[in-house]
Nanobody, 117 residues
């Protein structure tokens, strides 16, 4: 059984910081590309950042320089450090895993981040 469980969402003021974590089970974590996506009401789900099995990271233009994605394979965890948060960052943030072996993908249930102005 595959599970991705996000944590760390909450309410933060603009300019503040928040750290999201996602703990995975039921997969060979080190062989999955891990990603963070977000979805605001009325908008499509969008990629925020991902980190490959080789720990190469990439970011959406809207968050580059403010967010940092990292992974700790020893504890099957991917994190998203969010700094200089803006109201536009308000969304449900989802953790995603994609196998580099067969492309199998999984989603967490999401954690809500609300940035107040």
């Amino acid at each position: 059984q595959v599970q991705l469980v996000e944590s760390g969402g909450g309410l933060v003021q603009a300019g503040g910081s928040l750290r999201l974590s996602c703990v995975a089970s039921g997969i060979i974590f080190s062989r999955n590309r891990m990603g963070w996506y977000r979805q605001a009401p009325g908008k499509q789900r969008e990629l925020v950042a991902f980190i490959t099995s080789g720990s190469n990271a990439a970011y959406a233009n809207s968050v580059r320089g403010r967010f940092t994605v990292s992974r700790n394979n020893a504890i099957n965890t991917v994190s998203l450090e969010m700094n200089s948060l803006e109201p536009e960052d308000t969304a449900v943030y989802y953790c995603n895993a994609r196998s580099t072996s067969n492309g199998e993908g999984y989603w967490g249930k999401g954690t809500l981040v609300t940035v107040s102005s």
